[in-house]
């Protein structure tokens, strides 16, 4: 009876053992299951992706060309206006130069205008001089004209 009791424990727990063994085996089971539809959806999803990353990828090699054809389009324009910026640039030395010649000249006309006011001052103030030196002669002979003639009386 002994060995029939043992080996109805045995059965027993044989039994819930096995019930226990089934539903962790079931709840795996669902896990893989619901592992199974994620990676079939994200399999769905990065081939989405994967297109759209292509259309993207597309997109930018088309603006690429687009961007290369405007930018060479506007190397022409650009190097008019570095032409033009020349153009200005040379005019406007030029012409810096010019006002610079037409200024110094100014300035040596009126310096030469200034030196002959001054050389005419000092004329006049020479030939002043000279008069008066004239009009001091012509006073001391006159005056010593008239003391000879008191020592000849």
Do not use: C, Y
């Not at 027993?12 to 079939?40: P, R, Y």
């Amino acid at each position: 009876m002994l060995l029939e009791m043992s080996a109805v424990l045995v059965a027993i727990a044989f039994v819930i053992l096995t019930f226990f063994l089934i539903q962790t085996l079931q709840s795996v089971k669902s896990s893989l299951d619901e592992v199974t539809q994620t990676l079939g959806q994200m399999k769905i999803e990065a081939r989405e992706i994967g297109d759209e990353v292509k259309a993207v990828v597309g997109n930018a090699n088309e603006m690429a060309v687009d961007l290369r054809i405007k930018l060479t389009k506007l190397d022409h324009l650009f190097s008019s206006v570095h032409d033009v910026g020349q153009v200005v640039h040379e005019l406007t030395t030029t012409m810096k130069e010019s006002a610079s010649g037409f200024m110094s000249s100014m300035k040596q006309q009126r310096n030469k205008q200034a030196g002959t006011q001054r050389a005419e001052k000092w004329q006049a103030v020479l030939e002043g001089v000279l008069v008066a030196t004239d009009v001091w002669l012509s006073m001391r002979s006159v005056r010593a004209k008239p003391s000879s003639k008191t020592s000849a009386d």
